[in-house]
């Protein structure tokens, strides 16, 4: 199964299990029906974007753990920084 039929199948169940829980085909209690359920996309929305924003925060934090990397892209820096020198645009 490859990666973009798991995130499909996983979307389906997911909105299908809402679904249920929205529409009351799941018996829960009539506080957590009326106050959570209403609210549970907002709340995976904001989850997913803090996720997200460690995520990337991680990952600048962490850039200079790989060299190879890091040296590849200074290399591009400077060919761009050269190559728009060279067009007569002021870069630095």
Do not use: H
Request: no cysteine; charged share 20%; glycine share 4%.
């Amino acid at each position: 199964m490859s990666r973009a039929q798991q995130t499909i199948s996983l979307a389906l169940l997911l909105s299908s299990l809402y679904l249920s829980l929205y529409l009351e085909l799941i018996p829960l209690p009539a506080a957590i029906q009326q106050d959570i359920v209403p609210i549970l996309p907002f709340w995976f929305l904001v989850s997913f974007g803090a996720w997200l924003l460690f995520r990337l925060g991680w990952g600048m934090f962490t850039f200079r753990d790989t060299p190879d990397a890091y040296a590849e892209l200074m290399d591009e820096i400077k060919l761009a920084k050269a190559d728009l020198r060279s067009k007569g645009v002021d870069v630095d």
